[in-house]
T-cell receptor, first 113, second 114 residues
Framework: KNQVEQSPQSLIILEGKNCTLQ??????????LRWYKQDTGRGPVSLTI?????NTKSNGRYTATLDADTKQSSLHITASQLSDSASYIC????????????FGAGTQVVVTP | EAQVTQNPRYLITVTGKKLTVTCSQN?????MSWYRQDPGLGLRQIYY???????DKGDVPEGYKVSRKEKRNFPLILESPSPNQTSLYFC?????????????FGPGTRLTVL
């Protein structure tokens, strides 16, 4: 069973609207959680990184939250643009391993005019 | 320009024919890693390297080999490719200054094994 679950699998939103993506994880012991944006056919690009002690991190119109107690994270996209159409991937790493990462399957976001 | 490069970008081969996918980074990063991405499964880690001559298995290492003889290069070797290794492969690198250092991904290699 995947230790990082993302929802929804996909969503369609109108340009200018907001949306929120969810990530639930069971990875333990928890070190940090990252959100990546992956455009079709390209490598993922880092959006935010949060450690255990951080509960909010922003990068422009992207805001990530983390609740380490409930093992949940969300990525909020504000005032979506057509260029936000991409897959958004949640990635969790453990404190006892600097080298291994657990990836969620991603949420495919389509922004329509 | 700081980047991770992969070659080839596209490859079609036949079962059993040995192949190598190269990965190179120009950022002097200690850490490098290989992933495969399949529809519905997301990215899965194949192998990673914390430094020269130091490699370790990820979650799906079967059927793959790696080597890290130089800091900048981390080739992925498929000794006897099979159709279930058809996938999109990504190489990545990052510094090891701290746990939250960003991982930089290459552009991907789309491999088809017939």
């Amino acid at each position: 069973k995947n230790q990082v679950e993302q929802s929804p699998q996909s969503l369609i939103i109108l340009e200018g609207k907001n949306c929120t993506l969810q990530c639930n994880y069971t990875v333990s012991p928890f070190s940090n959680l990252r959100w990546y944006k992956q455009d079709t056919g390209r490598g993922p690009v880092s959006l935010t990184i949060m450690t255990f002690s951080e509960n909010t991190k922003s990068n422009g119109r992207y805001t990530a939250t983390l609740d380490a107690d409930t093992k949940q994270s969300s990525l909020h996209i504000t005032a979506s643009q057509l260029s936000d159409s991409a897959s958004y991937i949640c990635v969790v790493s453990k404190t006892d391993s600097w080298g291994k990462f657990q990836f969620g399957a991603g949420t495919q976001v389509v922004v329509t005019p | 320009e700081a980047q991770v490069t992969q070659n080839p970008r596209y490859l079609i081969t036949v079962t059993g024919k040995k192949l190598t996918v190269t990965c190179s980074q120009n950022m002097n990063h200690e850490y490098m890693s290989w992933y495969r991405q399949d529809p519905g499964l997301g990215l899965r880690q194949i192998y990673y390297s914390m430094n020269v001559e130091v490699t370790d298995k990820g979650d799906v290492p079967e059927g793959y080999k790696v080597s890290r003889k130089e800091k900048r290069n981390f080739p992925l070797i498929l000794e006897s490719p099979s159709p279930n290794q058809t996938s999109l492969y990504f190489c990545a690198s990052r510094p090891l200054r701290g746990r939250t250092d960003t991982q930089y991904f290459g552009p991907g290699t789309r491999l088809t094994v017939l």
